[in-house]
């Protein structure tokens, strides 16, 4: 192991745990059916993560967040976990955008050389990737787990509309949540500039977030009454608008996401877990539902 990925804290082993209970779920089940399935890690990154601790700097962009460093102990990242999960897919795609982290993943091959026929490695951007290969792709026979696991706010819907039209993948998103969203979400609106709320459009795919997280309140000021846009929604109210936008394109969508804390306790992301498949969703769903649950 030489170039190491830094990242994370308790709740990347949350994360990680909870995938990988899926993924053995899901090969277990697949392996008794005629479908040829794949597991398809987007954010890839380099196969291992940092075990030393380190601290914050504070200084997180709201856009790229390519630079978290609150490190935890944990060795394994979710491209090694899928490689080891028995039974085994009958394929492995691991896209990574930077060219540093895809080096790594290159060794990959070397390290599960039983398995290196099935594996693709692909060094580009996860959405171009996802919409040219859901959309343009035969998916009647095929089967997949897709991970998606970006630092922020890298996920446009329009990759997850992708995701949920080839009705054959099921998706766990890392959804930006603390760290993110609500980190755009000003308490009064009219401070949000235009670029925030177009960002806010593009990650949620609809502008019905106004609507569902801010409501008019009347100040009483020296000249009269003044009219104010200001944020009223809370975690639980952010995080029931996500499970519904999901549920508008997917086939099922498990109904308690769960919300990873760093390690002041703060909210940072949301696991969320959707099936693309309308006749496998229930099982997936049902499976989903209680690895997230379980503490
Ligand atoms: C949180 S890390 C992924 C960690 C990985 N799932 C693991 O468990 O080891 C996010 C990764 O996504 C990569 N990345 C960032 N933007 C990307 C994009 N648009 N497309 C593909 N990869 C991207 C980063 O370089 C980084 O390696």
Redesign the pocket.
Known sequence: MTEI?K??GNW?EEK?KRVEKYLIAYATIMNKQNFRFAYI?????????EEKKNKTDGKISLFQQ?DIKEIETFSK???R?ALEIKPEFDKYIF????KK?FTELLKLKEEFKDKEAKIDLIN????NWIIDRCNNYKWQNNRAVL?L???GM?VNWETIKAIANTEAIDLWY?FPFGIGVNRLLKKNAADMPASWEAKLDDILGTNEWKEDFYSQRQDATLFGNESKTIKDADFSKISKFIVKRLKSIFAGVAENPLLLRNSKNNPLYLLCFASGNPRGAKTAIKIAQDILKRP
């Open positions: 990925h990242f994370g990347t990680l890690d987007a954010f890839a990154g380099t196969g291992y993560i390519n990242g979710s491209a976990i896209i990574e955008k930077s982290h580009t951007d996860a959405n991970f696991d970006p630092y890298q890392l």
